[in-house]
């Protein structure tokens, strides 16, 4: 919880965001301790009644930084931005040589450790997904994602000098930080991804990354995803001393497909309008990195659009799923890997022939004729960067369509501070 100070009033939120409209002056409430706030004061204790004077600290943040201007939505806004957000972690993790810069400390961490655990939740879960897939490519390091929720009750063998990488949008998942101060007990290194400064998990990790995604108001999220996923890239390139690609000039590239997908809107209107909209529920299939994507696609459209939306590998389909397809039946499939460009074509065609209404999501190197989304080409590795813009903005029309609140979906809160 923060404490925050006001001219004439105090408040307490879970985020300094939630207040920034109001102050931009804060007093961390820790654990173990209470507060006594009135209008004029703000008393903090620990549990002994002992009071505790602490210092206040000021936000990086001002009430115009989290302003719509001219967009209907925050969720809109902040999909347009994810090309600029790419950009500024180019900038940001660069030296003046325009080499990669990631912090020694972080880098010798992930070289010294021998096995790689990704605590997160939700999207930022789905992030991991793509982690694993990246740190297991590039650094040659294997690695571990797991459900943070889970993790507490169900923990897993862990290996002789395992890396904790916490990622979190917010810096306060209550799920994650639980997990922090369990491993954070047993001795393990820990390291914090997340997008706000000096929240919870980023002060109370080892080693700090930052995503520079800038504030994200709306509860799904979008920018800091691929922030996410941009900087496990980054941090894996940088500890690789056998990968030899040009990051920097691949997401430089990345940027620009992105910036030309965001300047498609109409295309993915025309498409939630044509197959989503009326529905009451759809399926994502895809195979390889393209199955996390789907993954992150589903939980886009169900918690905005309130459509049913499942994501699958779609060589799983035949194993049961297939038993869901009638007539009508939206599936959206998402090919960006030359090595499952068939298999996955194969299992379009099952599902048509069912009946399925489908959309098909591809890279222009091995679209077909009838793909309706053909993605300029990006570096094989960099894929879900740029499959998850079009999800995106289908996921954003087709809730539109559907008169849902797109910013502030039913049931949900933005930072899930709640285990």
């Known amino acids: 919880l923060l404490l925050g100070k006001g001219n004439g009033f105090n408040m307490i939120g879970s985020d300094a965001m939630a207040m920034i409209h109001h102050t931009n002056e804060f007093f ?17 204790y620990n549990l002994y009644g002992m009071k505790i004077e602490r210092e206040t600290y000021f936000g990086e943040l001002d009430a115009t930084d989290i302003e719509k201007g001219t967009y209907p939505h925050y969720m809109i806004k ?16 660069q030296d003046e040589h325009g080499n990669l810069k990631v912090d020694d400390e972080i880098i010798n961490q992930i070289r010294e450790c021998d096995r ?38 169900n923990t897993p063998i862990i290996s ?23 491993v954070s007990q047993m001795g393990y290194p820990t390291i914090a991804m997340t997008n706000v400064k000096g929240s919870t998990l980023y002060r109370e990790t080892d080693y700090q990354l930052l995503l520079h995604a800038g504030p994200e108001i709306a509860v799904a999220s979008t920018k800091a995803y691929t922030a996410q ?20 000039n691949e997401l430089s590239i990345v940027a620009n497909v992105m910036e030309a997908l965001c300047d498609n809107r109409e295309l993915y209107n025309d498409l939630a309008k044509e197959f989503l909209t009326d529905k009451k529920s759809c ?19 169900k918690e905005i659009s309130y459509i049913q939306t499942e994501g699958f590998a779609a060589g799983e389909l035949k194993h049961g799923t297939i038993a869901l397809i009638e007539e009508g039946t939206p599936v959206i499939a998402i090919i960006t890997q030359e090595q499952i460009n068939l298999n996955t074509r194969s299992n379009i065609r ?31 590795y960099l894929t879900p960067l740029v499959t998850a813009i079009p999800a995106q903005y289908l996921s954003y029309y087709a809730a539109l369509q559907r008169g849902c609140d797109i910013d502030k979906p039913r049931n949900l809160a933005k930072s899930v501070t709640v285990e």
Do not use: W
Request: with cysteine.
């Open 28 to 44: 961390e409430l820790q654990d173990k301790e209470y507060a006594i706030i009135t209008r004029h004061d703000i008393s903090i």
């Open 78 to 93: 902040e999909i347009d931005e994810q090309p600029f957000v790419i950009r500024r972690l180019i900038a940001a993790y």
């Open 116 to 153: 790689i655990f990704i605590i997160a939740c939700g999207t930022s879960y789905h992030a991991g997904m793509v982690g694993k897939f990246l740190f297991e490519k590039i650094t040659k390091k294997p690695t571990e994602v797991h459900i943070s929720s889970e993790f507490v009750y």
């Open 160 to 182: 002789q000098k395992p890396l904790f990488v916490f990622i979190s949008q917010s810096g306060e998942t209550a799920d994650s930080r639980a997990v922090l101060v369990k």
């Open 229 to 248: 996923i941009a900087v496990l890239a980054i941090v894996a390139r940088a500890a690789s001393d056998d990968c030899h690609f040009d990051l920097l």
């Open 283 to 301: 399926f994502y299939i895809g195979r390889h990195v393209d199955y996390y994507t789907c993954l992150e696609a589903a939980l886009k459209l």
């Open 350 to 380: 099952e599902v048509r022939a069912r009946g399925a209404a489908v959309v098909t999501m591809s890279l222009k190197r091995i679209s077909s004729e009838k793909d309706q989304i053909v993605i300029d080409n990006v570096h094989e």
